[in-house]
């Protein structure tokens, strides 16, 4: 069984929910996790119908 996922409050400045249209517009201005950008890059590309 894996653990629950939880935020390290000191490696978080933010956290919310974005629409896709408003992750699109932030993905070049706000800092990202390692990988975060080829992550999004790859859903946008899959279609993001899942």
């Known amino acids: ?3 629950p996922l939880a935020r ?3 490696e ?3 956290q ?3 629409t896709e249209a408003e ?4 993905v070049d201005q706000w800092l990202f996790v390692p990988g975060g950008r080829e992550a999004l890059r790859r ?3 899959s279609g993001s119908d899942s």
């Open 1 to 3: 069984m894996t653990e």
């Open 8 to 10: 390290e409050p000191g």
């Open 12 to 14: 978080i400045a933010w």
């Open 16 to 18: 919310g929910w974005l």
């Open 23 to 26: 992750l699109c517009e932030v």
């Open 43 to 45: 859903y946008l590309q």
